[in-house]
């Protein structure tokens, strides 16, 4: 049992526990769990509950988780005990997804159809908007992203596509952080609680002091 009750961050599309790097070094209590493999075309809330059964820690805890990984973070908050959900630089309903993706779920067969390229593609934007591309953190990136299952990444694409939103969690809170920078999920299409100046998607690596001070004040006491 933890003395405090865990943190379980999930990490972005593509990426892996070294987004959290430096908030797992401040914050003893966050758990970065590795992906699960997805089933084939398994719908996100679907794999949010077995990744879900498989990391409960038995007792209250947070949840949350950067990108993609709130996406998931929000869908299985049905299947833990949650005390809050914890956004970072991601969005809280499937209506603030910018408009290409809204425009791309329209299209007839288009989620049974996104090719890996697709997929890189859109990674590379990640990288683009993080505002860090001088930084070291660009090569960690860049790694996470030539690591990732292309498999996994396609799923999670289509997931993303068909994503319809947890409708039934209201009675959970949800804080939420983001970059003001932010050209993958753009900021005026969500209602954080803290908006980072300067910050883009990665906001946990440009600017992980802010994530850092966010993910304690609303998880100590």
């Not at 590795?34 to 398994?42: C, N």
């Not at 833990?80 to 914890?86: F, I, P, R, S, T």
């Not at 990674?123 to 860090?132: A, G, N, Q, R, Y």
């Amino acid at each position: 049992m933890y003395k405090k009750p865990p943190i379980i961050m999930l990490s972005g599309m593509g990426a892996d526990a070294r987004v959290f790097a430096k908030q797992i070094e401040a914050i003893p209590q966050i758990v970065v769990p590795t992906w699960i493999d997805p089933l084939p075309k398994e719908s996100l809330p679907s794999y949010a509950e077995r990744f879900a059964n498989t990391i409960n820690p038995g007792q209250p805890c947070f949840i949350g988780g950067a990108s993609f990984g709130g996406f998931v973070a929000l869908e299985m908050i049905r299947h833990l005990d949650v005390k809050a959900c914890l956004l970072v630089g991601s969005v809280r309903t499937p209506d603030e997804l910018p408009k290409t993706i809204k425009a791309l779920r329209k299209l007839p067969g288009v989620a049974d159809a996104i090719p890996f390229e697709v997929a890189t593609l859109l990674s590379k934007i990640v990288l683009v908007s993080t505002s860090i591309s001088s930084s070291p953190h660009w090569s960690d990136l860049v790694s996470q992203l030539s690591e990732s299952d292309a498999a996994f990444l396609r799923w999670a694409c289509r997931a993303t596509l068909e994503w319809r939103g947890a409708s039934d969690i209201s009675n959970t809170p949800i804080y939420q952080i983001h970059g003001a920078n932010d050209f993958v999920l753009p900021v005026k299409n969500t209602t954080p609680d803290v908006i980072v100046a300067g910050a883009g998607h990665a906001l946990s690596m440009s600017h992980p002091d802010a994530v850092t001070e966010f993910l304690k004040a609303r998880t100590d006491g």
